[in-house]
């Protein structure tokens, strides 16, 4: 018996040792890491929502591509009543030098702000690259991201544009989105719309409101695969034509889109983004999807009209500022 209890005393001190022994070598590799600061790499604390929170951390789309050109100053001196953004790519010199000649003039009216920018990407070929280079020396409005520019990468545009607007010039009140190709109104996006003497609007969103759904034909250019999108409907989406939101809007779109799968169609990509936000688009009919033929009375009560060539951008400018006398 006697033996039997000093086996057990025996153990016990040996359990004790063995612990003590461990505690001790494990403290002093602590210590001798921390001495070298080295950072020691915790392990993850067990979470029964560890899953669920990554997903709602992780950064689906990053959208850290460098800027190859930028306007980091245009904001500065003043914030503007409106920012342009319009979307267009290297080749459209022509539709460039027509909304500067036009609508999207900055100096055009006196007591209210307006800041113009064109988006693009990188393009594969080099000398439009360094073409557009030179362009942006001469005229200051042009804001290029480091990835490549094609149809496909559409939504990265407007992503880019949200992210300008967010970093520097957030503190404008609104940003109209647009192509090259459409005409603006802009007396009366300005003053019958936007109207900068009321109280600016917060989550605003404006266009024209589309209510489809994903059209699953290879052939068509809206073509959206199943497992992208598996939802038969899109949500409540402003036609990429044209849409104008208050700047704070901006911010809230780009955080979104980092946990948000990218759509190719950038038009409904912002609309998913605006249904995680509860922001819902307003219909107004002065922005016109289609193209619409020209007509003084007509284009006077229009936002925005669709397929604008150069040329014609210049002839409904002049006709409708030489008749602004003229009543309808
Ligand atoms: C997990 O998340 C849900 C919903 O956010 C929360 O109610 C719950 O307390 C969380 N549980 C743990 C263990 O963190
Ligand atoms: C979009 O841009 C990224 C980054 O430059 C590039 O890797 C990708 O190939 C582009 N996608 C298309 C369809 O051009
Ligand atoms: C967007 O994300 C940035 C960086 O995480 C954060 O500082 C900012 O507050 C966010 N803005 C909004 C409006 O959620």
């Not at 192509?179 to 719309?193: G, P, T, W």
């Amino acid at each position: 018996m006697p033996s039997k209890v000093s086996y057990l005393y025996l153990l016990t001190v040996v359990c004790w040792a063995s612990a003590l022994w461990y505690l001790s070598v494990s403290r002093s590799s602590t210590a001798y890491t921390s001495q070298l600061s080295i950072p020691i790499r915790k392990l993850p604390k067990p979470n029964k929502n560890a899953t669920f929170s990554n997903i709602r951390t992780r950064c689906l789309n990053p959208h850290d591509f460098g800027y190859l050109i930028n306007e980091a100053k245009k904001c500065e001196a003043e914030p503007p009543f409106l920012v342009i953004l319009i979307s267009t790519t290297h080749k459209e010199f022509d539709a460039r030098q027509a909304i500067r000649e036009t609508w999207g003039d900055e100096s055009t009216f006196q007591d209210v702000r307006v800041v113009t920018l064109f988006l693009l990407g990188r393009s594969t070929d080099n000398v439009l690259n360094q073409m557009l280079e030179q362009e942006s020396q001469i005229f200051h409005d042009i804001v290029v991201e480091d990835f490549i520019d094609s149809y496909h990468n559409l939504t990265l545009k407007t992503l880019m544009g949200m992210r300008w607007v967010a970093t520097f010039c957030s503190k404008a009140q609104y940003v109209l989105k647009t192509d090259s190709d459409i005409y603006v109104n802009m007396e009366n996006l300005i003053f019958n719309l936007l109207k900068p003497t009321t109280k600016p609007r917060r989550r605003y969103f404006t266009g024209y409101v589309i209510n489809g759904g994903p059209i699953r034909d290879m052939r068509s250019k809206w073509y959206m695969p199943r497992d992208l999108y598996p939802e038969s409907k899109y949500p409540p989406f402003c036609s990429g034509t044209g849409y104008v939101f208050s700047a704070d809007v901006a911010e809230l779109i780009f955080n979104t889109s980092l946990h948000t799968r990218l759509l190719h169609l950038e038009d409904v990509y912002m609309g998913v983004c605006l249904r995680k936000l509860g922001i819902h688009p307003f219909q107004n009919s002065g922005f016109n999807h289609w193209k619409m033929a020209y007509s003084l009375c007509r284009y006077r009560r229009v936002v925005t009209v669709h397929q604008i060539s150069p040329e014609e951008m210049h002839r409904i400018w002049n006709d409708m500022t030489s008749k602004k006398h003229l009543k309808c």
